[in-house]
């Protein structure tokens, strides 16, 4: 059975292993550890949301927010379409119940799943940035509005 849940300090152990191995490479020589989830979990403005399925973390998303009621999407880890669909959706609702206004999501051009999942849900496409992280590491920017 899969299940969706607001993260808590419990959770950052296996939150910080999915982060490292899918974003890892990305952000060299950072490591993401269960500290550095613990500490953002510890701010108000920060919002993890995680998929349990067998007793096993196997999706997570990071929502900040980073202006009244504009909020950025961080650090999504998936593993297929509908995990991701379930993730998003899970926080969206949260986010519609803090009276959020428009979510934006930025994504690695080449990731296939995490693009198919925004554009599935109806985030439009806001922007490209070239070498946006790295070299060689282009984002597509999706946005929705939620009211």
């Given at each position: 059975?899969i ?26 020589p ?38 009244i ?57 806001e ?21």
């Amino acid at each position: 059975m899969i299940k969706y849940k607001l993260a808590t300090v419990k959770e950052a152990s296996g939150i910080a292993k999915l982060l490292q191995k899918k974003y890892g490479r990305y952000y060299r020589p950072t490591k993401f550890t269960p500290q550095f989830v613990k500490e953002r979990l510890k701010r108000k403005e920060v919002f993890y949301v995680v998929t349990i399925e067998d007793k096993k973390i196997v999706g997570t998303i990071r929502a900040t927010k980073v202006d009244i009621d504009l909020v950025e999407f961080r650090h999504e880890v998936f593993s297929d379409l509908k995990i991701g669909k379930g993730l998003i959706k899970k926080m969206l609702s949260i986010l519609k119940k803090k009276r959020m206004r428009k979510v934006v999501a930025r994504t690695i051009s080449t990731d296939r799943l995490n693009n198919r999942v925004y554009r599935g849900l109806r985030f439009r496409k806001e922007g490209y940035f070239k070498d946006h992280y790295r070299k060689g590491t282009h984002i597509i920017q999706y946005a929705r509005f939620l009211r």
